[in-house]
Every structure is written in C-alpha cells, then in structure tokens.
C-alpha cells in the first residue's frame, strides 16, 4: 500500500500554466518511469532515473537496453553524462503540449533528446546517438528546486 500511495504523489498531474512556467525557466527534472527499447518490450523502472536540466547544464542518469555499435573504454553504462554545451528548441505543439529538443555538443557520443511535453506534466523522451539504437522513455517532468 505505501509504494502505491508514493507512485500516485510521484505522478501528480500539473496545470498548464505551471507546466508552461517550468518550460520557460528551462529548469526542470524529467523523472523516466518506463523505457521502451528498440527491441524489446516496455520495461517499468524501480530506480531513480532522471535528466536534469538547470538552465546551464544537462545531467542525465538513465539505464540503456539496445545494441550499442561501439563503445569507449571506461563508459560508465546507460546514458550518463553531464553536458554544459548544448542547444536546445522549444515548439509549441498545435493541439497542445510542446516539442522541447535538446542537443549536446560536448559528449563523446552526440546525444539529442527529444521531449513531447504534454499539458499536464506527462512527457515522452527520445535519446538519439551517433553509436547506439534510439530508445524512449515515459515519465513526467517536476520543477527543479
């Protein structure tokens, strides 16, 4: 019953106006819930991961399941990185929501993550690389504090 009742509190639906605030401000948190691989099935999430973005930097703390074409030596697995050079568009969707992409320019394998942010706070992520397949992840976005 606990993890219920934490679940129900994690994924609290937001409103437009706050959703719309924390896009602005380019600081927020998007915590991943499930992930889907390019083969596979969607796999529900019991950690903790997430990609911050704090208006200057870009951390991101996500696991990987696909094929990876090359790796570099001392990769610390799944998606983690700290970015402090990247760019990143934003485009309002026409019913509703927001395209919110960003790109990095300073990690080994060019990440783009392409977020489609819904009204009410759901979000669904897509991380491309250079030497990994593409996989996706369904979560929702918080204000960084």
Do not use: C, H
């Amino acid at each position: 019953m606990i993890l219920f009742s934490t679940i129900v509190v994690l994924a609290q639906k937001l409103d437009k106006a706050t959703v719309q605030r924390i896009i602005n401000s380019k600081q927020f948190v998007f915590k991943a819930q499930s992930v889907l691989p390019m083969a596979g099935s969607t796999r529900y999430l019991t950690g903790d991961y997430e990609v911050k973005l704090l208006g200057d930097s870009l951390i991101s703390y996500l696991p990987y399941f696909g094929r990876a074409y090359s790796v570099s030596y001392g990769d610390k697995g799944g998606i983690t990185f700290t970015s402090t050079k990247f760019d990143y568009k934003v485009k309002p969707k026409k019913k509703g929501g927001w395209d919110f992409t960003i790109e990095t320019k300073d990690v080994k394998d060019t990440q783009r993550f392409n977020f489609i942010i819904s009204e009410d706070g759901y979000t669904y992520l897509q991380v491309i690389s250079n030497n990994r397949q593409p996989i996706s992840f369904n979560g929702y976005i918080v204000e960084e504090k």
